[in-house]
């Protein structure tokens, strides 16, 4: 039974490009949220995605990012024109419905994004 | 707005010894805390999980309490071992406003570091 699966595991930008971060939650959740650790802080809630529904973004910078948990496929962190400051660890996890205050969630190894 | 603090941050001690860190939160309106364990350059493991309604848990050589009226929670790591030596994170799910979605609001975490 995969854990939560993220790629890249690395990824570098120049800045002014895009960047897409992608994450398969554990079979059978359908619950993901992502996270962003900067470097020397600690990690912060981003956005919290049920399939087909963007359910709590207010952790996300109101420009340039993006997120997605489509019907099919992974859930997609998109930034456009990525500045210096993204740099980051970025870490997707998974919980089940629907008892998930309950549940811990499960957390992939992340998408370590570096801006040149 | 929920802050959640851990106290020390850093700690370096001999094969062996029993420890015991420190998490504090301002708000005690949660649904639980978590303990999680952050490996260089791997996503978090979860440790364990306390409901509020609940006082500890225990697994292996780990025991967590937790005081809610008080803010505080503490993990102690019984007879540690080098293999303990990683970063230790607390984190809470907020119940302020009801509509908590199960976000984790992290501390900065413990850098633990057992010596041979």
């Known amino acids: 039974n995969a854990g939560v699966m993220q790629n890249p595991r690395h990824l570098v930008r120049r800045r002014g490009q895009e960047a897409r971060l992608r994450c398969s939650p554990m079979?059978?959740?359908?619950?993901v949220y992502w996270y962003r650790q900067l470097p020397e802080e600690g990690l912060k809630f981003m956005v919290y995605l049920q399939k087909e529904n963007i359910i709590d973004e207010s952790g996300m910078p109101k420009e340039r990012f993006s997120a997605e948990f489509p019907k099919e496929g992974p859930s997609i962190l998109r930034i456009q024109q990525v500045v210096r400051g993204d740099s980051a660890a970025y870490f997707c996890a998974s919980s089940p419905p629907p008892d998930r205050l309950n549940q811990p969630q499960h957390f992939g190894d992340g998408t370590r994004l570096s801006i040149l | 707005k929920q802050e959640v603090t851990q106290i020390p941050a850093a700690l370096s001690v001999p094969e062996g010894e029993n420890l015991v860190l420190n998490c504090s939160f301002t708000?005690?309106?949660?649904?639980?805390l978590q303990w999680f364990r952050q490996d260089p350059g791997k996503g978090l493991t979860s440790l364990l999980l306390?409901?509020?309604?609940?006082r500890e848990q225990t697994s292996g050589r780990l025991n967590a309490s937790l005081d809610k009226s008080s803010g505080r929670s503490t993990l102690y790591i019984a007879a540690s071992q080098p293999g303990d030596s990683a970063t230790y994170l607390c984190a809470v799910v907020g119940a302020a406003g009801g509509t908590s979605y199960g976000k984790l609001t992290f501390g900065q975490g413990t850098i633990l570091t057992v010596h041979p």
């Open positions: 306390i409901q509020s309604s609940q």
């Open positions: 708000d005690s309106a949660i649904y639980n």
């Open positions: 079979k059978g959740h359908s619950h």
